[in-house]
């Protein structure tokens, strides 16, 4: 694998495509990229932004704004991809044609210096993200989408005369490979499944929930024999010890031996009425509740960095 031919934590200002193709392939671990819409509108940055002067037109046409040079190294080495863009052209529109061609040499270039582990995030709206799903497909592979996320930027602003008001964009998740890495985020739990599932307090102050310790259904092996005078087959079912509590030295031993163990250490809860044992769980030893594929809990910024100029259009 090539080392990378650029610093970390580098800035750099100016049209993407020269800059991704200057930098050493397989070389970057994440790519979050947020291009242009598509919207049909010119954009301006607010006076208070860093970028303030800056200007971009979201409109787009093929005789303008699409290199010759693109098309050719497009139909000559990708032509599923070009597919993708003729069919957005076709379906849509020549200036949506031209924004697939104007992204799909940049996500080639992305794909290309993204490491085998890597993953890209794009960020588009409704307008266009079916027709960049194709083209992704297409440079990616099919197998390599992972995501369809829905951010809920912000809260409805209004009713609409002819359609529901639109407060969500969408976030493409890709993969270079299977080999891509993986951290599943978690958001805090919800405060109300706090006070009802985790309802006990130990003597050091920590929340804990009692847990079933057996599975349904009868097993053969040792998490089918008896523990402490408590056979699990008698009410069909068999011990299922929680992994995550053992460690490694113990995760090839018996059951028994896996129970005694979380007894030595006090995860075991015996009722004073009945003989089915349960498991302490600690809610403080629980990442949280894992997060899908709606983003309702990030706020859009509290002043857009771009109004639409003057000069809009449609």
Same mark, same amino acid.
């Given at each position: 694998?090539?080392?990378?031919?650029?610093?970390?934590?580098?800035?750099?200002? %100016? !049209?993407?495509?020269?800059?991704?193709?200057?930098?050493?392939?397989?070389?970057?671990?994440?790519?979050?990229?947020?291009?242009? =819409?598509?919207?049909?509108?010119? =954009?301006?940055?607010?006076?208070?932004?860093?970028?303030? %002067?800056?200007?971009?037109?979201?409109?787009?046409?093929?005789?303008?704004?699409?290199?010759?040079?693109?098309?050719?190294?497009?139909? !000559?080495?990708?032509?599923?991809?070009?597919?993708?863009?003729?069919?957005?052209?076709?379906?849509?529109?020549?200036?949506? %044609?031209? =924004?697939?061609?104007?992204?799909?040499?940049?996500?080639?270039?992305?794909?290309?210096?993204?490491?085998?582990?890597?993953?890209?995030?794009?960020?588009?709206?409704?307008?266009?993200?079916?027709?960049?799903?194709?083209?992704?497909?297409?440079?990616?592979?099919?197998?390599?989408?992972?995501?369809?996320?829905?951010?809920?930027?912000?809260?409805?602003?209004?009713?609409?005369?002819?359609?529901?008001?639109?407060?969500?964009?969408?976030?493409?998740?890709?993969?270079?490979?299977?080999?891509?890495?993986?951290?599943?985020?978690?958001?805090?739990?919800?405060?109300?499944?706090?006070?009802?599932?985790?309802?006990?307090?130990?003597?050091?102050?920590?929340?804990?929930?009692?847990?079933?310790?057996? %599975?349904?259904?009868?097993?053969?092996?040792?998490? $089918?024999?008896?523990?402490?005078?408590?056979?699990?087959?008698?009410?069909?079912?068999?011990?299922?010890?929680?992994?995550?509590?053992?460690?490694?030295?113990?995760?090839?031993?018996?059951?028994?031996?896996?129970?005694?163990?979380?007894?030595?250490?006090?995860?075991?809860?015996?009722?004073?009425?009945?003989?089915?044992?349960?498991?302490?769980?600690?809610?403080?030893?629980?990442?949280?509740?894992?997060?899908?594929?709606?983003?309702?809990?990030? $706020?859009?910024?509290?002043?857009?960095?771009?109004?639409?100029?003057?000069?809009?259009?449609?």
């Amino acid at each position: 694998m090539a080392e990378p031919n650029f610093k970390n934590r580098t800035l750099f200002h %100016g !049209d993407n495509l020269k800059f991704l193709r200057g930098m050493n392939s397989e070389t970057v671990d994440l790519i979050a990229t947020d291009p242009p =819409f598509n919207k049909n509108r010119d =954009f301006h940055a607010t006076p208070d932004s860093l970028a303030a %002067g800056a200007k971009f037109q979201d409109r787009w046409s093929w005789e303008r704004d699409v290199h010759q040079d693109w098309v050719d190294q497009i139909t !000559d080495d990708y032509p599923r991809l070009m597919e993708a863009i003729e069919s957005a052209r076709y379906a849509h529109s020549d200036g949506m %044609g031209a =924004f697939m061609c104007f992204m799909a040499v940049r996500l080639l270039e992305m794909w290309r210096i993204l490491k085998p582990t890597g993953s890209l995030y794009l960020h588009c709206d409704p307008t266009a993200s079916h027709y960049l799903k194709a083209v992704l497909d297409a440079v990616f592979g099919w197998r390599r989408f992972r995501s369809d996320i829905t951010w809920r930027r912000v809260n409805s602003t209004g009713r609409g005369s002819t359609r529901y008001a639109n407060n969500t964009d969408c976030i493409l998740y890709y993969t270079v490979s299977q080999k891509f890495r993986w951290s599943q985020p978690h958001k805090p739990h919800d405060e109300q499944y706090v006070a009802k599932a985790y309802r006990h307090v130990d003597a050091d102050g920590r929340r804990y929930r009692l847990d079933n310790l057996k %599975g349904a259904g009868i097993r053969r092996g040792s998490s $089918g024999k008896p523990w402490k005078g408590v056979d699990p087959n008698d009410s069909g079912s068999h011990w299922a010890v929680p992994n995550r509590a053992i460690p490694l030295k113990l995760r090839d031993a018996d059951c028994q031996e896996k129970l005694d163990y979380l007894e030595s250490i006090g995860r075991i809860y015996w009722p004073p009425r009945g003989t089915v044992p349960s498991y302490i769980r600690y809610l403080d030893e629980m990442p949280g509740t894992p997060v899908d594929t709606l983003w309702d809990d990030i $706020g859009g910024l509290p002043l857009s960095l771009w109004r639409e100029g003057a000069e809009s259009g449609p």
